[in-house]
């Protein structure tokens, strides 16, 4: 597996956590781990001593800082579709997927590459139908966005 893809994976597993203890917190009498905690976690466990460690801490933390603005582009890219009623596979993807397309340096990270890579995940992690609707969502986002990613302007 190619170091950034299982970065990528690595960030949607400690997300896919992360977001599950949110959502259950108040069933649980100690809220969940910390974001960076699983991340660590997860990194020790599954990258090893990869080189892209610091690459997955910051879509990691680049998602959680930029949440809300994410799941609004969510909400109104797949309207039909609440971000309360996606799987947590799906809903995680798409903020990966999202923060890559919208906030990353897109020589570092082409937004056709940041679409590929979450179709992937989403095939890979999620139900049959989930790269067909991660596909869906990043194409939508990504043709309204096309001609301000043309200039290098990608304020959401």
């Given at each position: 597996m190619a170091s950034r893809h299982l970065a990528r994976s690595i960030v949607l597993q400690s997300l896919f956590e992360w977001d599950f203890y949110s959502q259950h917190k108040n069933?649980?009498?100690?809220?969940?781990?910390?974001?960076?905690?699983?991340?660590?976690?997860?990194?020790?466990?599954?990258?090893?001593?990869?080189?892209?460690k610091d690459f997955a801490k910051k879509i990691a933390r680049g998602v959680v800082d930029n949440l809300e603005k994410l799941d609004k582009v969510i909400q109104s890219s797949a309207p039909e579709r609440p971000i309360g009623q996606l799987s947590l596979i799906d809903r995680n993807v798409l903020r990966i997927g999202l923060y890559e397309l919208l906030y990353q340096n897109k020589e570092e990270v082409p937004p056709k590459v940041a679409i590929n890579e979450a179709i992937e995940l989403g095939k890979n992690f999620g139900?049959?139908?989930?790269?067909?609707?991660?596909?869906?969502?990043?194409g939508t986002v990504?043709?309204?966005?096309?001609?301000?990613?043309?200039?290098?302007?990608?304020?959401v």
């Open positions: 069933d649980l009498q100690k809220a969940g781990p910390d974001l960076d905690d699983i991340m660590q976690r997860n990194l020790d466990y599954f990258g090893g001593e990869f080189d892209e139900g049959p139908s989930s790269g067909k609707f991660i596909n869906g969502v990043l990504y043709k309204e966005l096309e001609p301000s990613l043309s200039n290098n302007q990608t304020d």
